[in-house]
């Protein structure tokens, strides 16, 4: 190839940017969750300093200033960690949606037999630890908290994954990515049943006719997002004034976000071979030919990616690297005193998720593949399938979250240092774990030392 043909190539080539190196859409997710996993740790560990410091009054207080607005006699006011855990975590649960239904409409598990798999395991992993939570507080005061061991934190079991590079396989990483993915999702609707107040049936079906009004716009051809981001707003606000609880409508939103293109790629060919040089004769209204056909080009290029691929693109890193952090910051503060413990339910908190959370993923992954109802990839093995589980024991952010909704102000700290140490020895085990099961491969492919 000649200097001049190179040359022409590049130019025919946008320049390139991160995001351009990271293009794959499970690529993109999978390396921002890992990232997103050092910032999380990084706050976790701030709040935890400040909340044992001479800090911890004013800090621990901040949290807790009320936020609001009224119109007449509607008033709506949270106190700021409300305002996180209920209002931006709804973006959190969305995002978790998009990928779910990306996932299963153009990605990775659009087989049935391969995504019986981790829902098969995600089903274990949220019944087997709440089952031997409630075994260990049934008639306790701890006992409605049984939520909080169902859930594990996607950036933190995506970051420690991270962490061991090319001893895991990309079919185990999508494998752990799905099941977080499946059992947040599960989390979130379990919340939505069991830890909703009172419903007020007027606002519930106001929000209905929200979303059947966002259907109808989606199919009469709206794509700006901003009408869409004010209408779900409306929905979140009737969602939580019917006492269901607000972050459903995160998933319901997620999951109605059209997953197919508008343009296709012989459209989007046909529309740039129309960028030409056209005679620079004006058009009513002030512009040129060749400008109208450039801002046909660039909203046909725009339009190649579905809404719910361009949302997804849009929201990672500010659900990665400020979300959740953020929510962190705000919930992991906790006074590491052992006066105000009550070590029954610390202990039931970290048994079911230590122990649980494995066991039922590795129990209904067998009776799945057993039943010939999912297929295992050869590349995953039941020692690092078992690594994995015990990995997923690190529920963290959706086990604070619905701590919080679970347990008072007497049992809050407790049930919080239950999830620390099960997030910690989940850890450290599974990554033992993973390091001796894939210790056999690692040499295989790197043959033996002289």
């Not at 051809?221 to 019917?242: E, K, M, N, Q």
């Not at 409508?249 to 960028?275: C, E, F, K, S």
């Not at 078992?386 to 919080?404: E, K, S």
């Amino acid at each position: 190839m000649t200097n001049h043909q190179q040359a022409d190539k590049a130019e025919t080539r946008l320049p390139e940017e991160f995001l351009d190196r990271v293009s794959e859409p499970v690529g993109r997710f999978l390396s921002i969750k890992a990232a997103s996993g050092a910032v999380l740790l990084l706050f976790t560990v701030a709040a935890l300093v400040l909340s044992n410091s001479p800090l911890a009054h004013p800090f621990l207080n901040a949290w807790e200033t009320p936020i609001g607005f009224q119109v007449g006699s509607w008033e709506l006011a949270r106190t700021l960690r409300d305002w996180i855990n209920d209002g931006l975590m709804t973006l959190f649960f969305f995002l978790i949606s998009l990928e779910l239904k990306r996932s299963i409409i153009l990605g990775e598990l659009r087989s049935l037999r391969i995504a019986a798999l981790p829902i098969s395991a995600a089903i274990g992993g949220m019944l087997v630890p709440a089952l031997l939570y409630l075994m260990m507080q049934v008639g306790q005061p701890g006992q409605h908290g049984w939520g909080t061991v169902m859930a594990s934190d996607t950036a933190f079991v995506i970051g420690c994954l991270a962490l061991l590079g090319s001893r895991v396989s990309h079919q185990l990483r999508l494998f752990m990515l799905s099941l977080t993915i499946f059992d947040d999702i599960g989390a979130i609707l379990v919340v939505t049943i069991g830890y909703s107040s009172q419903i007020v049936w007027p606002p519930l079906a106001l929000a209905a006719i929200g979303i059947a009004l966002m259907r109808a716009m989606t199919i009469i051809g709206f794509r700006g997002f901003p009408i869409f981001f004010f209408v779900g707003a409306l929905i979140w606000l009737a969602v939580d004034a019917s006492g269901v609880q607000a972050t459903i409508t995160g998933v319901v939103l997620g999951l109605m976000t059209p997953a197919h293109r508008w343009v296709n790629d012989d459209r989007l060919y046909a529309i740039l071979n129309q960028v030409i040089a056209y005679p620079d004769t004006d058009l009513p209204g002030g512009g040129t030919r060749d400008r109208y056909t450039l801002q046909v080009a660039e909203r046909a290029a725009r339009e190649t990616l579905s809404p719910l691929e361009r949302l997804e693109i849009l929201l990672h890193p500010w659900v990665g690297f400020a979300i959740i952090p953020l929510f962190a910051f705000a919930n992991t503060g906790v006074t590491l005193s052992l006066d105000n413990i009550d070590g029954a339910v610390t202990t039931a908190v970290l048994v079911a998720l230590v122990i649980g959370k494995p066991v039922g993923i590795i129990v209904f992954s067998w009776l799945a593949v057993s039943s010939k109802i999912a297929a295992r990839p050869p590349e995953v093995g039941w020692a690092t399938l078992a690594g994995g589980g015990m990995i997923a024991g690190i529920g963290f952010t959706m086990a604070l979250y619905i701590a919080n909704l679970s347990f008072g102000e007497d049992l809050i700290d407790s049930a919080k240092l239950g999830i620390f140490l099960a997030s910690a020895v989940s850890a450290l085990a599974g990554f033992a774990l993973l390091i001796w099961a894939t210790a056999g491969a690692t040499r295989a492919v790197t043959g033996p030392q002289t």
